[in-house]
C-alpha cells in the first residue's frame, strides 16, 4: 500500500504561482510513475504532468511551460510548481502513483484562480 498526501492548494489571482506537495509513504519502492491529475466541476478527471522513475516528463499541453512536475526521492515527495496561473487552471489536484499493479491516489487538494 502507498499512501499520498497532497497540500498546498490555495486561492491564488490569474497569474500568480502555486507549489504543490506531494508526500508519499508506505511501500514507496514499488512506485514507478507519479503525477498530477486535476478534475474541475462537471469535468472529466485529467492528466496534468507526470514523472517516471527515470526522470523523463510528461506535461498536458494546456500547461507544457507554465507548470514545473519534480520528484524528491530522498524526501518521498513530489512537487507541482504552476506559474501563470488561468482561471481554467482552477480545479482539484489529485496526486497519483503507479506501481507494476496498482493506482494510488490522494484526497486531492483545490486550487482555485480567481481575481
Known amino acids: 500500500q502507498v499512501q499520498l498526501v497532497e497540500s498546498g492548494g490555495d486561492l491564488v489571482q490569474p497569474g500568480g504561482s502555486l507549489r504543490l506537495s506531494c508526500a508519499a509513504s508506505?511501500?514507496?519502492?514499488?512506485?514507478?510513475?507519479m503525477g498530477w491529475y486535476r478534475q474541475a466541476p462537471g469535468k472529466q478527471r485529467e492528466l496534468v504532468a507526470q514523472?517516471?522513475?527515470?526522470?523523463?516528463?510528461n506535461y498536458a499541453d494546456s500547461v507544457k511551460g507554465r507548470f514545473t512536475i519534480s520528484r524528491d526521492n530522498a524526501k518521498n515527495t513530489l512537487y507541482l510548481q504552476m506559474n501563470s496561473l488561468k482561471p481554467e487552471d482552477a480545479a482539484v489536484y489529485y496526486c497519483?502513483?503507479?506501481?507494476?499493479?496498482?493506482?494510488?491516489w490522494g484526497q486531492g487538494t483545490q486550487v482555485t484562480v480567481s481575481s
Open positions: 508506505g511501500n514507496i519502492f514499488s512506485i514507478n510513475h
Open positions: 497519483n502513483a503507479q506501481s507494476k499493479m496498482w493506482s494510488y
Open positions: 514523472v517516471s522513475s527515470d526522470g523523463r516528463t
